[in-house]
C-alpha cells in the first residue's frame, strides 16, 4: 500500500525543538522529491521544505522564508524516511504538518502544493507561548 505516515509532533514551549519523521511505503523508489507543508487553523496550506529524493540528485533543498535558518529536511533513503528537525520554535509555527511526496518534475517545482501526488494525514504542533 502506498502511503506516507508522519510522526512526531506535539506540544512544545517557544524555542523548543521537535523533529518530525515521514515513513514512506510503497513505490518510494519512483519519488522525484519529498516536501513538508502546514496549515494553521483559517490559514491556507503552505509550503515548509523540499527535497529531492535520489541520493544522486543536484537539486538544491527548498525552504519558506519563514523557517529558513530554523527548520532542517533530511532523508534516509535506506529508511524510507524523510525529517523535519525544527528548532528555535514559535507559536505561529502552530499547524498540523503534512509530508508529501513528487513524482514527477514539473511546472509547479517544489514549492507548489498542486505538483505533489501523494499526502500524509498530517500531525499537530503546538508552540506555547
Known amino acids: 500500500q502506498v502511503q506516507l505516515v508522519e510522526s512526531g509532533g506535539g506540544l512544545v514551549q517557544a524555542g523548543g525543538s521537535l523533529r518530525l519523521s515521514c515513513a514512506a511505503s510503497?513505490?518510494?523508489?519512483?519519488?522525484?522529491?519529498m516536501g513538508w507543508f502546514r496549515q494553521a487553523p483559517g490559514k491556507e496550506r503552505e509550503f515548509v521544505a523540499a527535497m529531492p529524493w535520489s541520493p544522486w540528485s543536484n537539486e538544491r533543498t527548498y525552504y519558506a522564508d519563514t523557517v529558513k535558518g530554523r527548520f532542517t529536511i533530511t532523508r534516509d533513503n535506506a529508511k524510507n524516511t524523510v525529517y523535519l528537525q525544527m528548532n528555535c520554535l514559535k507559536p505561529e509555527d502552530t499547524a498540523v504538518y503534512y509530508c508529501?511526496?513528487?513524482?514527477?518534475?514539473?511546472?509547479?517545482?517544489?514549492?507548489?502544493?498542486?505538483?505533489?501526488?501523494?499526502w500524509g494525514k498530517g500531525t499537530q504542533v503546538t508552540v506555547s507561548s
Open positions: 510503497g513505490r518510494t523508489f519512483s519519488y522525484y522529491g
Open positions: 508529501a511526496a513528487k513524482y514527477y518534475s514539473d511546472t509547479y517545482g517544489y514549492q507548489d502544493r498542486r505538483g505533489y501526488d501523494l
